[in-house]
């Protein structure tokens, strides 16, 4: 990039061509101030805050959306800058709200700051006041029309970090405002309520049911940490106010995996759970009450030897839900084989661990789960193909890297699910193969790729060409019940793409079917390879530590315990499920079981029906490792304290070894 | 030295702002051996004399309360105006953006432990204006000290300033609109 020279208030500073008046004046300490302007947004200019001299330039312009040339003479701060600055910020505060008294951002507004430095003391012009709606449809977030001041950060953020382009201006002039879609409540309309806009605005006008009135920034303190709720692992920065969580934002927007979800933003947040906070024991007459955690213990580890003694170490199976930590899943582990001794372990998502890792091995085996691809690289592909999968919702920000990928690489997506999908107007292309025909349509799609005239004529292309050699392109379509021309279509698309990445999730993994994971991964390798690399592919798991659960190998590869207890003469089920809401995957607890521990930080169902109930804290009370599903491991902080009394999973683990070898 | 004379009112307010003033603590000492307090709400004079200092808290919304102001206004050499009502409008002009019967009717017959409502209208009753307005859209002020109330420690530079013979500007970090 050439090098520029210019001179700001006298002096002479350095810029790059390319550059903006007001990025060269930001990274010479030259300090403008700015409403619409958002680090990594493009900028409009939309606040005129920023307006500057530029010698000969009629009038002032702003800096943000001027491109600095050599040789420019520019004022940045004179009485009369200054005096226009002020004078935007008084018509600002006239047109609609601004009474910070009873706004919620009052204290964290940048609006509210610039009145301050600019010492706005009263209010020259009239008031317009307009009366304009609330919109509190959305389950977490509220925007409040009267608080907008119009500087579309929300809008570009909203469609150029997030993707989903839910929000824009509508109507006109006066009349201008932010609206969902086509003027709908946020709440009905194609939001994913990931809270960026929230985040961005400078003002009160988003606002989060969550975080309003619970605390001011400057009497938090800040906490950053890793989410690992989905298993993305984007990166947060917690607010926290007298041990109570009052916000949760991106550090940084811009920054890989620092979008959030509304999962990691918001539902960390909300109390809907009811909490294990005591450790319970089931009484004579079958129901469960408080007792001290170490006696609980005590409990369960005098019965489980007793078990074990009488029945035998393959009497007693445990259950841990890869919702857990490393640390959790690791102390599982040595518990149930090594102190109990026992072979029976699975995991709530074994039934996927079993499908990936065996789908994997008839590919290539001992490839392992390092043959999946990281999720940045959807953000460089030019073809993305989801199958069985809704990431927007599953996995929302690697479904906003697939949005994005689509709008500033142009990418083609090409969708095959035979259910709805949050991208359909990102799609170039939707199949829809029959339920239970997605393994021919994904062979038929292979086929058809290589058909096209693959350009590696690899030993690995050839391989899958002769594993296909039966499939007629045409009528195995119309048997998976996809035309044969849109499957050319598609074929087409695969075969020009450059780099292309497959992404699937729930929808294949619900089948159980190691076949469907190799067919992806054949698939893989041939689109793969016409770039040249290695099959770029990334499975959507269903648990925040899959990834850790499944690295470490805990469950069962041959069979499901889980489903199996009554098969394996399973007596007692030691189960795991920290801080994981989700237990649909849970067999019955009701019979042939005699004994029942339930370790968890929520009540359930599950935790109804155990003899014994352990406390777990959440992961936002312990600082603890997790896997990302493409298989790095990040260490998370604790937010806050979980209450007295309550001990990690690993400790108590450790605990009732401790007393069962006594 | 002659005393500076100071009247002062509260219109459509919470007398925040006054409570404001009163924690100045000790420093009311020094501020009363210089001023003499003439009409305000404390002394309940009811008449305006000429004075040098007229001290406004609250915002205008309705006609006796700009009639008050106008009046002041008519016997102080320098206007000012403390908190947010006074300064913008405040919580007072919330109502600012509803029509002034919706207002009447929400307040009067709608709420939910009103029982067989009715808006008073008695003879006398000082009428509602449409919006209501910061005390500079009704008359010329000279200083402002916003806040919601404003810092004691605020309204006390603010004073000191004019006891100076300066009209005060409060600088950006003794800004508060909250």
Same mark, same amino acid.
């Given at each position: 990039m050439?090098?520029?020279n210019?001179?700001?208030?006298?002096?002479?500073?350095?810029?790059?061509?390319?550059?903006?008046?007001?990025?060269i004046?930001?990274?010479?300490?030259?300090?403008?101030?700015?409403?619409?302007?958002?680090k990594?947004?493009?900028?409009v200019?939309?606040?005129?805050?920023?307006?500057?001299?530029?010698?000969?330039?009629?009038?002032?312009?702003?800096?943000?959306?001027?491109?600095?040339?050599?040789?420019?003479?520019?004022?940045t701060?004179?009485?009369?800058?200054?005096?226009?600055?002020?004078?935007?910020?008084?018509?600002?505060?006239?047109?609609r709200?601004?009474?910070?008294?009873q706004c919620?951002?009052s204290?964290?507004?940048?609006?509210?700051?610039?009145?301050?430095?600019?010492q706005?003391?009263?209010?020259r012009?009239?008031?317009?006041?307009?009366?304009?709606?609330?919109d509190?449809?959305n389950?977490?977030?509220?925007?409040?029309?009267?608080?907008c001041?119009l500087?579309g950060?929300c809008?570009?953020t909203?469609?150029?970090?997030?993707?989903?382009?839910t929000?824009?201006?509508?109507?006109?002039?006066?009349?201008?405002?932010?609206?969902?879609?086509l003027?709908?409540?946020?709440?009905?309309?194609?939001?994913?309520?990931?809270?960026?806009c929230?985040q961005?605005c400078?003002?009160?006008a988003?606002?989060?049911k969550?975080?309003?009135?619970?605390?001011?920034p400057?009497?938090?303190?800040?906490?950053?940490?890793?989410?690992?709720?989905?298993?993305?692992?984007?990166?947060?920065?917690a607010?926290?106010?007298?041990n109570?969580?009052?916000?949760?934002?991106?550090?940084?927007?811009?920054?890989?995996?620092?979008?959030?979800?509304?999962?990691?933003?918001?539902?960390?947040l909300?109390?809907?759970?009811?909490?294990?906070?005591? /450790?319970?024991?089931?009484?004579?007459?079958?129901k469960?009450?408080?007792?001290?955690?170490?006696?609980?213990?005590?409990i369960?580890?005098?019965?489980l030897?007793?078990l074990?003694?009488?029945?035998?170490?393959?009497?007693i199976a445990? #259950?841990?839900?890869?919702?857990?930590?490393?640390?959790?899943?690791?102390?599982?582990?040595?518990?149930?084989?090594?102190?109990i001794?026992?072979?029976?372990?699975?995991?709530?998502?074994?039934d996927a661990?079993?499908?990936?890792?065996?789908?994997i091995?008839?590919?290539?085996a001992?490839?392992?789960?390092?043959?999946?691809?990281?999720?940045?690289?959807?953000l460089?592909?030019?073809?993305?193909?989801?199958?069985?999968?809704?990431?927007?919702?599953?996995?929302p920000?690697a479904?906003?890297?697939?949005?994005r990928?689509?709008?500033?690489?142009?990418a083609?997506?090409i969708?095959?699910?035979?259910?709805?999908n949050?991208?359909s107007?990102?799609?170039?292309?939707?199949?829809?193969p029959?339920?239970?025909?997605?393994?021919?349509a $994904?062979?038929? $799609?292979?086929?058809?790729?290589i058909?096209?005239?693959?350009?590696?004529?690899?030993?690995q292309?050839?391989?899958?060409?002769?594993?296909?050699?039966?499939?007629?392109?045409?009528?195995?379509?119309?048997?998976a019940?996809?035309?044969?021309?849109?499957?050319?279509?598609?074929?087409e698309?695969?075969?020009?793409?450059?780099?292309?990445?497959?992404v699937?999730?729930d929808?294949?993994?619900?089948?159980?079917?190691?076949?469907?994971?190799?067919s992806?991964?054949?698939?893989?390798?041939?689109?793969?390879?016409q770039?040249?690399?290695?099959?770029?592919?990334?499975s959507?798991?269903?648990?925040?530590?899959?990834?850790?659960?499944w690295?470490?190998? #805990?469950?069962?590869?041959s069979q499901?315990?889980?489903?199996?207890l009554?098969?394996?003469?399973?007596?007692a089920?030691?189960?795991?499920l920290?801080?994981?809401?989700?237990?649909?995957?849970l067999?019955n607890?009701?019979?042939?079981?005699?004994?029942?521990?339930?370790q968890?930080?929520?009540?359930?169902?599950?935790t109804?029906?155990?003899?014994?109930?352990?406390?777990s804290?959440?992961w936002?009370?312990?600082?603890?490792?997790?896997?990302?599903?493409?298989?790095?491991v990040?260490?998370?902080s604790?937010?806050?304290?979980?209450?007295?009394? #309550?001990?990690?999973?690993?400790?108590?683990?450790?605990? #009732?070894?401790?007393?069962m070898?006594? | 030295m002659?005393?500076?004379?100071v009247?002062?009112?509260?219109?459509?307010?919470c007398?925040?702002?006054?409570?404001?003033?009163?924690?100045?603590?000790?420093?009311?000492?020094?501020v009363?051996?210089?001023?003499?307090?003439?009409?305000?709400?404390?002394?309940?004079i009811?008449e305006?004399p000429?004075?040098?200092?007229?001290?406004?808290e609250?915002?205008?919304?309705?006609?006796?309360?700009?009639?008050i102001?106008?009046?002041?206004? /008519?016997h102080?050499?320098?206007?000012?105006?403390?908190?947010?009502c006074?300064?913008? *409008?405040?919580?007072?002009?919330?109502?600012s953006s509803?029509?002034?019967?919706?207002?009447?009717?929400?307040?009067?017959?709608?709420t939910?432990?009103?029982y067989?409502?009715?808006i008073?209208?008695p003879?006398?009753v000082?009428?509602?204006?449409?919006?209501?307005?910061?005390?500079?859209?009704?008359?010329?002020?000279?200083?402002?000290?916003?806040?919601?109330?404003?810092?004691? *420690?605020?309204?006390?530079?603010?004073?000191?300033?004019?006891?100076?013979?300066?009209?005060?500007?409060?600088?950006?970090?003794?800004?508060?609109?909250?």
């Open positions: 050439k090098e520029i210019l001179t700001i208030n006298g002096k002479q500073v350095k810029g790059k061509e390319g550059d903006t008046v007001l990025e004046c930001q990274a010479n300490g030259i300090d403008l101030p700015t409403l619409c302007h958002y990594g947004l493009s900028d200019g939309a606040c005129r805050l920023c307006v500057v001299e530029i010698e000969r330039e009629r009038r002032p312009v702003p800096a943000c959306t001027y491109q600095a040339r050599d040789g420019l003479v520019i004022h701060h004179n009485e009369k800058l200054e005096r226009y600055r002020r004078l935007v910020l008084e018509l600002i505060f006239t047109e709200n601004h009474l910070c008294a919620v951002a204290g964290d507004c940048e609006l509210q700051s610039l009145a301050y430095k600019y706005m003391d009263n209010a012009y009239p008031y317009s006041w307009p009366s304009l709606p609330l509190s449809v389950d977490y977030l509220v925007i409040d029309h009267n608080r001041i500087c950060r809008i570009r909203c469609d150029e970090i997030v993707g989903v382009h929000l824009d201006f509508g109507y006109r002039g006066w009349k201008d405002m932010v609206v969902a879609d003027n709908q409540p946020l709440g009905t309309s194609s939001c994913i309520s990931c809270g960026a929230f961005v400078p003002t009160g988003i606002f989060s969550n975080s309003a009135y619970k605390g001011r400057e009497e938090c303190n800040k906490v950053s940490s890793v989410c690992p709720i989905c298993g993305v692992g984007c990166k947060i920065e607010l926290v106010k007298d109570r969580l009052v916000r949760i934002d991106s550090p940084d927007l811009t920054d890989k995996r620092g979008i959030l979800c509304h999962k990691g933003r918001f539902a960390t909300d109390r809907n759970h009811e909490r294990v906070d005591t /450790a319970l024991v089931k009484n004579d007459r079958g469960l009450e408080p007792r001290p955690l170490s006696e609980a213990v005590d369960v580890a005098k019965k030897a007793e074990k003694s009488k029945y035998g170490n393959n009497s445990g #259950i841990v839900s890869s919702q857990a930590s490393n640390e959790s899943l690791k102390a599982f582990k040595e518990f149930i084989t090594g102190t001794g026992s072979e029976l372990i699975d995991t709530l998502d074994g661990y079993r499908a990936i890792t065996q789908g091995n008839a590919y290539q001992k490839a392992g789960l390092d043959t999946e691809t990281s999720i940045e690289e959807i460089k592909a030019d073809c993305i193909l989801v199958v069985g999968a809704n990431p927007l919702e599953s996995h920000v479904g906003s890297y697939i949005a990928a689509t709008k500033q690489n142009k083609k997506l969708v095959i699910d035979p259910s709805q949050s991208f107007y990102h799609t170039a292309l939707w199949l829809k029959k339920a239970g025909k997605e393994s021919l $994904l062979n038929v $799609l292979t086929k058809a790729v058909n096209k005239g693959s350009k590696k004529d690899s030993t292309v050839k391989k899958i060409a002769a594993s296909l050699k039966n499939i007629n392109v045409k009528q195995d379509s119309e048997q019940g996809i035309g044969a021309n849109e499957l050319l279509e598609a074929a698309i695969l075969g020009k793409a450059r780099h292309s990445v497959i699937y999730g929808g294949i993994l619900k089948h159980k079917n190691p076949g469907l994971i190799t992806l991964l054949s698939l893989a390798a041939i689109t793969s390879n770039g040249g690399g290695k099959p770029q592919i990334i959507l798991k269903p648990k925040g530590n899959s990834r850790g659960a690295d470490m190998g #805990i469950a069962d590869l499901s315990i889980m489903k199996n009554s098969g394996n003469e399973v007596k089920l030691y189960i795991l920290a801080d994981d809401v989700d237990i649909s995957e067999p607890l009701g019979k042939g079981l005699e004994f029942v521990v339930v968890s930080s929520y009540l359930s169902s599950a109804s029906k155990a003899n014994v109930v352990l406390p804290p959440t936002t009370e312990v600082g603890e490792k997790y896997s990302t599903l493409d298989g790095m990040k260490s998370t604790r937010l806050i304290k979980p209450a007295d009394g #309550i001990k990690t999973d690993s400790e108590i683990l450790r605990e #009732i070894s401790k007393h070898k006594k | 002659a005393k500076v004379k009247a002062t009112v509260w219109l459509e307010s007398a925040g702002c006054h409570m404001s003033f009163l924690d100045i603590d000790e420093a009311i000492i020094d009363a051996n210089l001023v003499e307090f003439t009409r305000t709400p404390i002394t309940d009811k305006f000429q004075v040098d200092v007229g001290i406004v609250g915002s205008v919304g309705n006609t006796e309360e700009e009639e102001l106008k009046e002041l206004r /008519a102080c050499k320098i206007l000012m105006a403390w908190g947010d006074a300064c913008f *409008g405040g919580v007072c002009a919330m109502r509803f029509d002034k019967e919706e207002v009447l009717r929400r307040g009067y017959i709608e939910e432990s009103t067989k409502g009715k008073p209208r003879p006398g000082p009428a509602l204006l449409d919006q209501v307005k910061p005390i500079s859209h009704v008359v010329k002020v000279d200083c402002y000290v916003p806040g919601c109330p404003p810092e004691a *420690g605020a309204i006390l530079y603010a004073l000191k300033e004019l006891l100076a013979g300066r009209i005060p500007v409060l600088p950006s970090e003794m800004m508060r609109f909250d």
